[in-house]
């Protein structure tokens, strides 16, 4: 089990004792651990007889709606009702902020977000979290998620006591999702911490197989159509061992792509012995969204700091090219392909 700070646990615990109004924020496009952390406290505060508003930049994908479902009423999103969600984060007695290292993630909820006057508590498993933006910080990298952190917080509070059984039932099923997805199913990012927290949790009565079949047997047939034409004719190989594909709108659109249903094409090509790196970018208006993997010993993290205006972990980050900053107004293809192959050249021979 994680060491849980005792002084920051209390400090947190008076907290959520004295709010009665508690905004839990995450970052943008929000993943299955950003979903799974904040739906799963939601329930938790709940269960304490707050009054929890979970606030979205934007929707989460409709493979996520199963985490989501049961506090469906609970959920404000930016871009959809962008007067009602910052009011609810400037009014809130308390914020916490999860899966994010900084209020910048959170893109459109930044400025409410600083805005607020209340105290705000960061629980985090990102490098580099903006530290002195916070009243309480929960950091640790060394972890497989914000839902595993979230997990062991939880269990340390006085009602819970280390006993997973006492965690609300939508609580501990949330925290498996979000643990779940961003370890791949347990294929990276796992630590001893992981294991026990899904061995505790099924010991709980967690249906792990719901899980899996909600999160993994539940996508269209065109995100296979999808993946199939992109391994077969889109998918590159450089002779440095960077591999790449690359959606722009035109194939989104012709395959009728919806937010989430990408997620995991990048790791795929790492599954070829020679390629170290893999990234997977995406259009979106005016910005493509870059996802970046890579194999142990390569810093997936620190290409993508250099290169791609983002960060994340060793093996696992994300960024952005920006249009009309990186690339042109316009960009094609070809233009980005062109500024892979050269960031990626200079990384594996000027860096390694």
């Not at 970018?281 to 390569?298: N, Y």
């Amino acid at each position: 089990m994680p060491n849980i700070d005792t002084s920051l646990m209390l400090s947190m615990t008076e907290a959520v004792k004295e709010a009665e109004k508690i905004a839990i924020a995450t970052h943008l496009h929000p993943d299955g651990d950003a979903i799974g952390s904040s739906v799963g406290l939601m329930h938790y505060l709940e269960s304490l007889g707050k009054e929890v508003s979970v606030v979205l930049n934007d929707r989460y994908p409709d493979s996520l709606a199963f985490i989501a479902r049961k506090g469906i009423k609970n959920i404000s999103v930016c871009e959809e009702e962008p007067e009602r969600t910052s009011g609810l984060v400037i009014g809130s007695d308390l914020i916490f902020c999860l899966d994010m290292n900084s209020f910048g993630r959170a893109e459109k909820l930044e400025e409410p977000l600083k805005k607020a006057g209340c105290r705000k508590i960061l629980i985090d498993h990102h490098l580099h979290p903006e530290t002195e933006a916070f009243d309480i910080v929960f950091s640790k990298t060394d972890i497989s998620s914000t839902s595993e952190l979230l997990y062991y917080i939880l269990l340390s509070t006085p009602d819970i006591n280390g006993d997973p059984g006492k965690l609300p039932a939508a609580t501990a099923e949330a925290l498996m999702a979000g643990m779940t997805t961003d370890t791949n199913n347990f294929s990276n990012s796992v630590y001893p911490s992981t294991f026990g927290m899904a061995s505790q949790l099924l010991a709980a009565g967690v249906d792990r197989d719901a899980i899996i079949d909600s999160l993994y047997t539940n996508y269209r047939e065109t995100r296979f159509r999808l993946m199939g034409m992109l391994l077969k004719d889109r998918m590159t190989i450089t002779p440095w061992g960077t591999a790449y594909m690359i959606i722009n709108k035109d194939i989104a659109a012709e395959y009728d792509i919806k937010e989430g249903e990408t997620e995991g094409f990048v790791n795929m090509p790492l599954g070829i012995r020679k390629v170290r790196m893999s990234f997977l970018l995406k259009e979106e208006d005016d910005r493509f969204r870059v996802s970046v993997r890579s194999k142990k010993g390569i810093s997936a993290n620190r290409c993508a700091a250099e290169f791609f205006n983002g960060g994340g972990h060793e093996q696992a980050a994300g960024g952005k090219l920006i249009k009309g900053r990186d690339l042109s107004a316009e960009p094609d293809i070809a233009e980005v392909a062109e500024y892979v192959e050269k960031c990626t050249y200079r990384f594996f021979n000027e860096k390694i």
